[in-house]
C-alpha cells in the first residue's frame, strides 16, 4: 500500500476538492449554457417551417414600411419584418426601442406559433448607421429562398 | 498647423518608446551579464528620460487633437465625425474618445503615463529589475503607437473638400456620465500593463520575492480601482440614459470589462498572500497576465466588432487583425516564458485548512471560475458561428444562473475569511465570533423571511453576515489595523451593499409599462403616477417633448417627474430622457416611450427599492481600494537590498 | 520527458487555437456579401430627381458604360468620411450615380451643396422602396454595374482608397478591357 506523507495527503484532499468544486461548477454551466441558447432564424427560415414551434429564438429582418399597427388602448404592436423574400408577422406588448424605425434593421427576441412571432423582446441597435449584423445574415440567408406567397 | 503638429509629436512619440526599449533592454541584459548588481547606469538613466519624453509628446499630441475638437477643425477627418459646432464645449473636449483613434489615442497617453510614474519610481527596486520594466512597458508602447500610426491615424485631413459642419456625436453618448466613463476604463485597462509587466520582469530575472509584491501591489490596487469606477459610471449612465431601468445587461462589451475586474480582484488578493507569506507566487503571474490578457482581449473584441453587441460602433476587420496579432505576439511570448521560466520560481510554505492562504485560495477559484462562466458566455456564439454557421445568442439568463450560486459562496467565504489568520488559525478565535455573526445574520433574515419572498431573506442573510463580520473584526483588531485592513474592510463592506442592492431591487422591482394620455393615473407599489401635461420644448441642439408627472402617496404629492422624448436635429435621432426621484430606499423612474397617436404615449413607470445600493457599493469597493493603496508600507521610499 | 512536452505544448497549442478561432472570426465580415442581383440587371425603378421633384428618371438614364451606383444619406458619418474619395474618383473620370437613401430633401441637399456633388445624377428614394428591391441593407453602399446593366459587385460599408484598390479596380478594368462573362 502506497503510504502518503502528511504534506502529500493535504495536497491530496485539497486537489480532490478542487477537482470536484471545477467539474460541478462546468457541468452546471454548462447545463445553464444549454437551457439560454437562442438560435437565430430568419424570416424566411420561419416561412418554410424550418425553425421550432413554441421555442425562444431570435428573429432579424427589416421592418416593412406601414406595418406597424397599434392596439388602440394597451401597448400592444404589430408589425412585419422582411428579409427582402418572405415576411412574418411580429405581436408585441411593450415600448419599442428609440431606434425603431420603418425600414430599419432590428432583431426580436420571442417564440413562433401559429405563423405569428410573439415577441419578448425588440432590439434595435444604439448606432443608426449600421445593421445588426444579424439582419444582414438574414438577408444573406434569404437567397438560398425563393418567395413564398 | 496644429493637427500636424500633433501628427508629428505622435511620431516622436513612437521614436522615444523604440529608444526606451533599446536602451531599458540594454540595461537590463547588462546587469544580467554582471553577476554584480552593477548596472550600466547612463544607459538605464536614458530609458527612463525617454520614457518621460514619449509621455510628454504625447501629451502634445493629445491636446492638439483636442485643441481641434474645441475650435471645430473639421478638416480632421475624426472631427467631423465626432463633433458639430452647436455642441456644447464640455462634449467636444470628451468627443476626441468618442470614436475608435481618439480613443485609442488617450489609451497610449495613459500607457506611456502610467510607464512615465513607474519611471520615476526608480529607487524602491534593484536597478536590474526597474530597467526590464521600463523595456517591457516601451515595448508595449511600441505596439500601440504602431497601431495608431498606421491604421488608426486621428490626425488624417479631409482634403481637398473641408465640410463647414461635422456630423455631431452620437446623442447616446452626450452625457456628463460619458465624459468619464471610458478614461476611467481606459485608465483600468491600461493600469493592468504594469501589472503585466511586473509578472514579465519577475520571469525574466527569476526573482519574485515579497518586497517585489509589495510593490507590484499599489500598482494593482490603482488599476482596479479604475476599473471598478469605469464599471460603475457605466453602469449608472445604462441606468438613466438608456431608458429601460436596467443597470447591467450581459452584453459583450460589458462583459469585455467584467472579466479583468473579477480576475484583477483575484489577483490583488494573491498578491497579499505573496506579500505576506511568499507562497502562490507563480499563481500570481499567471494572474497578472491572464487580467492583461482580458484588458486586450476586451479591446480586441470591441474595436473588431466581432460580437455582435448594441454597444459595437464600428466594424473594422483590418484594425481588428492588428490587435489581434499584437494580442499573439505580447500572450504568445509571455505563455512561453512562463511555461519555461515559471519553475524557477519556487516557494515551498505549508498552511493549515483553516489559514486565510485557503479563504484566499478559494477566493481566487471562485473568482476564477466566475471569470470563465463569462468568458464562456461571451465568447461561445462566435465559436459555434465558426464551427457550425449556427448564429446564436445566449441569454442573460445563462449569467444570472451560473452567477448567482457562485456569487453566494463567495459572500459566504468573504463573511468568514477576515477572521482567518495566516498560516493557521486558533479554531477557538474562529468559531465563536463567527457563529455570533452567523446566528444574528440568520435571526434577522428570519424576521425578514416573514414579510417578503424567500430570495430577498437569503439576500438579507449573506448581506447581514458579512456586515456582522466586519463589524467584529473591527472591535476584536481595532487596535492593530493598518490602511490596508481598513481598506479591505470598506471594501468588503461594498461588497455586501452591492449584494444587498442587487438582490433587494431585482426581487421587490416593480416595472410597468403604460399607455397614458393627460390625465390617467396608474397604481405601482404604493406609488400613484398621473400624467398631467406634454410640453414642446428645445433645446441646443435638439427639440422635445416634456411630460409631468405627479406622484403621490396616500394623496400626499411626493414630487413632480419630467421625462423628456428628445430629437436630435443634427442626425434626426430620438432619444429618451429618463426622469429619476432618487432615494436611498427606493428609487421611483419615468421614462417616456414614444406617441401611440391621440395624444396617448406610451410610458415606462417603475419602483426600483435599494437599486441605488448598486453603485453605493460599487462606490464603497472603489474607496476600499484607494485606503488600501495609501497604505504606508508602499511608501517606502529606501532602495530594498538583495542579496 | 513526453509529460513535459505536453505540459510545454498544450497550452501553447490551446493559445494558438484560441487565436486561430479569433481570426477565423474576423473573416466573417459582412462587408463583402454577395447580393442576390449579383451577376443580374438592375432591376427597374421610377425615382425622382434629388434637385427637382419634377423630374423621373428609370433605368434608362444609366450611362451604357460601366459605371457605379453609391446610396448615401446625409444623416450617415461613413458617407461623409467616404464623400472626398468619391470626389476624387468622379474627376478621374468614373461615373458615380447617387442613392439617396431615406433622407429628407433639404438636408440632402445642404449636405451636397457643402461637400459637393460628384454624381451624373442623384436618384431620391425617401421611403427606401427601391433600396428593398435592390436588398440595400446599410448605408453607405456601393453597386458596380457593367455597361449592359449588369450588377457586378457590390460593397457594403465605407469605400476607402484600399478597398478601391483591391475590390473595384480590377474588375473595372476587367470590364473594360476583358471579356466580359454572360449572366
Known sequence: ?149 | MIPELGHFALILAFCFAVMQTVAGGKSALLAAQSYTNAIDTTSSKAAVLFCLAQFIFLLISFISLEYAFITNDFSVVYVSAQSHSDLPLMYRISGLWGGHEGSLLLWVLMLSGWGAMVALRRKALPRSTHATLIAILGLLSLGFLAFILFTSNPFARLLPIIPIEGQDLNPLLQDPALIIHPPLLYMGYVGFSVAFACAVTALITGRFDRAYARWMRPWTLMAWLFLTLGIVIGSWWAYYVLGWGGWWFWDPVENASFMPWLLGCALIHTLAVVEKRNAFKRWAILLAMTTFFLCLLGTFLVRSGILTSVHAFANDPERGLYILIFLAVVMGAALVLYLWRAPQIKHTVGFDYLSRENFLLINNVLLTLACATVFLGTLYPLFLEIFTQNKISVGPPYFSSVFVPLMIFLFIFMGAAPQSEFKTTPARSFILPLSISAVSALVLAGIVGFFLPFGVMITVALGTWIIFTLLENLLIHYKSLTASNYGMVIAHLGAAVLLLGVGLSKQMEIETDVSMQVGDHVLVGPYTFTLTGLNPGFGPNYTTIIGDIQITRKDKLVTVLHPEKRTYTANNIAQSQTAIAPGLLRDLYVALGEPLGKNRWSVRVYYKPFVRWIWLGGLLIAAGALCAFFDKRYRIKSRVQYV | MFRKIVWLGLPILLFFIFIYLLAQGLTRTPNQMPTALLDKPLPEFSLNDLFDAQVFYDKSVLLNEVILINVFASWCPPCAAEHGLIMELAKQGFHFYGLNYQDERLDALTWLNVRGNPYEKVFYDKLGGVGIDWGVIAVPETFLIDAQGIVRYRYIGELTSSIWNKEFLPRIQHLKTGVVHAP
Not at chain 1, 94 to 113: A, K, S, Y
Not at chain 1, 138 to 144: C, G, L, Q, T, V
Open chain 1, 1 to 149: 500500500m502506497i503510504r502518503f506523507s502528511k504534506k502529500h495527503q493535504k495536497r491530496a484532499i485539497l486537489i480532490i476538492a478542487l477537482l470536484l468544486a471545477l467539474s460541478s461548477a462546468v457541468g452546471l454551466t454548462l447545463y445553464a449554457l444549454n437551457q439560454n441558447i437562442n438560435l437565430f432564424f430568419t424570416p424566411s427560415d420561419l416561412v418554410h417551417q424550418k425553425a421550432p414551434m413554441g421555442q425562444t429564438i431570435r428573429m432579424g429582418g427589416l421592418v416593412v414600411e406601414g406595418s406597424v399597427k397599434r392596439g388602440a388602448h394597451d401597448l400592444s404592436v404589430s408589425f412585419i419584418l422582411t428579409d427582402t423574400k418572405n415576411q412574418v408577422t411580429v405581436d408585441y406588448t411593450g415600448i419599442l426601442p428609440d431606434l425603431f424605425r420603418e425600414n430599419q434593421g432590428i432583431v426580436v427576441l420571442g417564440t413562433w406559433q401559429n405563423n405569428r412571432f410573439l415577441a419578448q423582446e425588440v432590439l434595435a441597435k444604439h448606432d443608426e448607421n449600421y445593421m445588426p449584423a444579424e439582419v444582414i445574415e438574414a438577408i444573406k440567408r434569404s437567397d438560398h429562398y425563393e418567395n413564398k406567397p
